[in-house]
């Protein structure tokens, strides 16, 4: 059995729980706490029902000694927790990679899990093509190109509502091109997966990135890839519905966390 510490509960979590209970009905990975904000314990609580246990402090978390601690609640969390969670030698599941764009906070992550035998743990998120990606590396890739395609609602409290009418836009429209640490810093909450893309293959400064709006695609999210390596290429369009009560994250991320979580647990393993 696998014990499991998650961090955040919004509509990932949320998500997250029902999809381990639906394909681990065995109960080989046994959720155990859920760190919340102080604000949203009783709520939480209440929630559960005392099925998990809840608890607001990271300490009480580590205390508990699980195998893993996934991360469902933003870059902060990330920040602020990691290094602590590492240092316990307690592996860590990141969906909020765009905290990584930070080199030195980067490096300083690495070098912490290297000293403590303790694993960074990167699910591939809302993407598809992570495996062939990682692939093409070992053989020498030369370029990567990532685009988000989201509904206008979906770039809401991002720096494209200064610059954008969103509620008018009528046709696809770009709204970054950049690097994909420009894009991770920039939009912290939908820009995870240029993170997770560009740690997978040519690192955050070569892998180009383009955000766009697009009314025609509601209400899915849209990531595509595009990678040539020395020995071959990658084309990729993955579609996705957005995740309930956040049309800033794709349904898929807990998919995916799913899939991470119990893969291992399996007989057999792809």
Same mark, same amino acid.
């Given at each position: ?72 609640? +933003? ?52 993407? %598809? ?70 740690? %997978? +293959? ?10 766009? %709006? ?14 040539? +390596? ?20 794709? %349904? ?19």
């Amino acid at each position: 059995m696998k014990k499991i510490s998650i961090i955040g509960f919004g509509a990932i979590t949320h998500m997250l729980l029902n999809r381990l209970n639906e394909h681990d009905p065995e109960k080989r990975v046994v959720i155990d706490y859920i760190m919340v904000r102080k604000d949203r314990l009783s709520t939480a609580k209440r929630e559960l029902a005392d099925k998990i246990k809840v608890s607001s402090s990271i300490n009480l978390l580590i205390q508990n000694k699980p195998d893993l601690i996934v991360e469902c609640a +933003g870059q902060n969390a990330v920040k602020e927790y990691g290094p602590k969670i590492l240092r316990s030698g307690i592996n860590f599941m990141i969906i909020s990679t765009g905290a990584l764009v930070d080199k030195k906070f980067y490096d300083d992550l690495i070098f912490t899990a290297k000293e403590k035998n303790s694993k960074i743990i990167i699910p591939s998120g809302a993407i %598809a093509g992570i495996d062939g990606l990682g692939s093409l590396k070992k053989g020498g890739l030369k370029n990567v190109r990532y685009i988000s395609t989201k509904p206008p609602i979906a770039w809401r409290g991002t720096p494209a509502e200064k610059n954008f009418d969103l509620d008018n836009i009528k046709k696809p429209t770009s709204l970054f091109k950049g690097t994909a640490s420009k894009a991770a810093e920039l939009f912290p909450k939908n820009a995870n997966l240029a993170a997770t893309v560009a740690l %997978a +293959g040519v690192g955050m400064q070569k892998t180009e990135v383009e955000l766009v %709006a697009d009314p025609t695609v509601s209400p899915n999210n849209i990531g595509s890839i595009q990678a040539e +390596g020395e020995f071959g290429s990658l084309k990729i369009e993955c579609r996705s519905l957005p995740a309930p009560n956040n049309p800033k994250t794709s %349904a898929s991320t807990a998919l995916s966390l799913t899939y991470a979580i119990l893969k291992n647990q399996e007989t057999l393993v792809i």
